[in-house]
């Protein structure tokens, strides 16, 4: 029984040729939708709320409608931004803010890249895995769950290091009121749940390494550790420069996570945990000024936005081949 001839069949070849591009075309942007779609609605959409920055953003109990209340709300130009910079606790949030995260930066950058060069050195795979799988899982709590792990050591009642400083006979230390050790809790507890998924990333680009380099290292004599310096780690540089800048981008925002759930939003830990976001929270809750809040986001924003052209143009006077764009 003859094959009956599809519609692509029957046009010629000029058109068919055209018409499976088409199609191919029309494949691939069925498979782009949803993520455009995703990005539109939550990412683009939303940017048209900026404009509550600079506005004294009022609802009437009368009409609930938002585009209303924003329509009729007076503008205030950028004394939304003052109330960032006119409290006595500007200094400390601005200070905190930029402190936790050039630590992370530094740190986000040598441990995981000395994990994943010490895991590419396991030879046995299970024991590999067990290990990329117990570094990784930390990433998946949530800093809620973190918060109460952590009390469970250094709850002044219950804890297990309290209950050791009380067994030893010693001064039991109020951990939720004494400043010194949280700038160090704060940062062991962000290395703690995100040193696994970015050591992956970086494992991921050891593992795609040519083994023919290390192939010709070792031929001309080259030590483990020599192998590891003049090999591993030039051909890491491109994805430490992307990560890096994409963190630098970030330099203005604290993950309010941490800085709230963590410390059992404890005021007596205001001087070394009160980070703009938290701030700006707790602003919020007291003023219920949505304005402030907004100036404060689009601040943050903009001032990430510069951080990243700025560490990009650094790194592309240095290698070009590494900068994002």
């Known amino acids: 029984m003859a094959r009956k001839n599809t519609t692509s069949e029957k046009l010629p070849a000029p058109m068919r040729y055209k ?3 088409y199609k191919k075309t029309l494949v691939l942007l069925t498979m782009a ?7 539109l609605l939550l990412r683009y959409l939303p940017m048209g709320g900026i404009v509550l920055a600079f506005k004294d953003y009022k609802i009437n109990p009368r009409n609930p409608s938002f585009i209303s209340n924003l329509l009729n709300s007076k503008w205030m130009g950028l004394d939304n931004f003052k109330f960032l910079f006119m409290t006595d606790d500007a200094k400390i949030m601005f200070r905190n803010t930029l402190a936790y995260n050039i630590i992370f930066i530094i740190l986000g950058i040598v441990i995981p890249v000395a994990f994943a060069i010490m895991l590419n050195e396991v030879t046995r795979k299970f024991v590999a895995k067990t290990y990329q799988t117990l570094m990784f899982f930390p990433y998946f709590l949530s800093w809620v769950v973190v918060s109460y792990f952590l009390n469970a050591f250094i709850d002044g009642q219950y804890g297990m290091i309290t209950a050791m400083q009380r067994a030893a006979g010693g001064d039991v230390t109020n ?3 004494t400043l010194g050790p949280w700038p160090y809790i704060i940062v062991f507890a962000n290395l703690w749940k995100n040193v696994g998924y970015t050591t992956v990333l ?3 680009a050891i593992t795609g390494i040519d ?4 192939e010709a290292a070792s031929i001309d004599g ?4 020599q192998q590891i310096w003049y090999v591993t780690i030039p051909n890491l540089r491109t994805m430490i420069c992307i990560l890096f800048i994409m963190n630098v981008g970030k ?3 604290a993950d309010f996570g941490l800085f709230y759930s963590v410390p059992m939003n404890s005021g007596a830990l205001y001087p070394v945990t ?4 938290t701030y700006v929270y707790r602003a919020l809750k007291v003023t219920g000024d949505i304005s402030m809040s907004a100036a404060a986001g689009l601040l943050q924003n903009v001032l990430g936005f510069i951080c990243i052209l700025t560490a990009n143009t650094i790194v592309k006077k240095i290698d070009s081949d590494s900068s994002m764009f």
Do not use: G, H
């Not at 083994?211 to 290390?214: A, E, L, V």
């Not at 080259?222 to 550790?225: E, I, L, N, R």
């Not at 009160?274 to 976001?277: E, L, R, W």
């Open 211 to 214: 083994s023919t380099q290390y």
């Open 175 to 177: 951990w939720y009121t």
């Open 222 to 225: 080259a030590s483990k550790w």
């Open 33 to 39: 939708a949803p993520t455009a779609i995703w990005l």
């Open 202 to 204: 970086y494992l991921s």
């Open 274 to 277: 009160q980070v703009i976001d």
């Open 19 to 21: 018409f499976s591009k």
């Open 251 to 253: 330099i203005f925002n």
